[in-house]
Each structure stands twice: as structure tokens, then as C-alpha cells.
């Protein structure tokens, strides 16, 4: 066996993941997409991974889409700014008991990557 394959294995099971959270998002069950969510971060181990698969594994594209028309027009600092605080407040969120404002700030979080 290759090194490669369970990289792919792991690629897919987070692919599955995120795609079961997304499921579950759109059925108000907050608290397991939040948990999808961590579970696919954590299979997948870095960051760049993680954010190369949330960009293939966006679907739908509006037409009119706020945050990346205003993703062009801040600096790469601010936009940096804007992710961490929205983390925060996810963490805040999640360790409230809150998983509906956890899942949203995952979800805007990961819109201006």
C-alpha cells in the first residue's frame, strides 16, 4: 500500500462529513452538524486541507454572494481578523450550549477562507 490511500480515505470520510453536516444544518439539527463539523477538522489535521476541501466541496454559488463581493474589497489582514473573531465566537457558542451560533459562525468562518 501506498502512503497515498489512506490520505484518500481520510479525504473521503471528512468529504462525508461535511456534506452529513450540511445534511443536518438544513434539518435544524444544530448540534450534530456542529459535531460533523469537528469531526472532519480533526480526520483531516490541517488547516490548508481543510479549507482546500471546503472550497471543492461548495455547491451552490448565488449570484449575489455579500461576503465574497466584500472579500474583494478588504485587505488580507482584515479578512484574517474576521476569521479568528468569528472562531471565537464559535468556541464561545459551542461551550454555551449554543449550536445554532456555533454552526453559523463555523459556516460565515469558513465563507471568507
Request: charged share 35%.
Amino acid at each position: 500500500m501506498s502512503i497515498k490511500e489512506p490520505s484518500k480515505e481520510k479525504l473521503i470520510s471528512s468529504r462525508k462529513l461535511i456534506e452529513s453536516s450540511e445534511y443536518h444544518f438544513k434539518n435544524g439539527d444544530y448540534k450534530n452538524s456542529v459535531m460533523d463539523r469537528i469531526k472532519a477538522r480533526e480526520i483531516i489535521g490541517s488547516d490548508i486541507k481543510f479549507k482546500a476541501l471546503l472550497m471543492e466541496s461548495k455547491l451552490v454559488n448565488s449570484k449575489y454572494n455579500l461576503i465574497d463581493d466584500y472579500k474583494k474589497k478588504i485587505s488580507d489582514k482584515k479578512r484574517l481578523d474576521i476569521i479568528n473573531k468569528l472562531g471565537e465566537r464559535s468556541i464561545l457558542q459551542y461551550n454555551l450550549g449554543n449550536f445554532k451560533g456555533c454552526i453559523r459562525s463555523l459556516r460565515r468562518m469558513e465563507k471568507y477562507y
